[in-house]
Nanobody, 119 residues
Framework: QVQLVESGGGLVPAGGSLRLSCTAS????????MNWYRQAPGKQREMVAT???????KYTDSVKGRFTISRDNAKNTVYLQMSSLKPEDTGVYYC?????????????WGQGTQVTVSS
């Protein structure tokens, strides 16, 4: 069973920066795609950024140029560097790990970390 532990959330003024971290247990991190999702109050959870096992990245349009996802396989950790934060970035941010297996993907979620951007 994989456990994902997020950290780094908090309260920040608009225009500020935060770095989220997510550390995974187990030995499948390096072959996994890692994703960051967020859920704002009253809204559906949405994918913010993804990084493949090979290091390719994708972002949702609203965070392009402001957020950067990266990974450190030696530390089993994925990061989300968030800059130029806006109030609409407020929400609970979740880490997600997708492990490829012979029968499909196994998906694990972290507990979430709150990010609040004040105007």
């Amino acid at each position: 069973q994989v456990q994902l532990v997020e950290s780094g959330g908090g309260l920040v003024p608009a225009g500020g920066s935060l770095r989220l971290s997510c550390t995974a247990s187990g030995n499948s991190f390096s072959i996994s795609a890692m994703n960051w999702y967020r859920q704002a109050p009253g809204k559906q959870r949405e994918m913010v950024a993804t990084i493949t096992s090979g290091g390719s990245t994708k972002y949702t349009d609203s965070v392009k140029g402001r957020f950067t996802i990266s990974r450190d396989n030696a530390k089993n950790t994925v990061y989300l560097q968030m800059s130029s934060l806006k109030p609409e970035d407020t929400g609970v941010y979740y880490c997600n790990q997708m492990i490829p297996t012979s029968i499909g993907l196994r998906v694990y979620w972290g507990q979430g970390t709150q990010v609040t951007v004040s105007s």
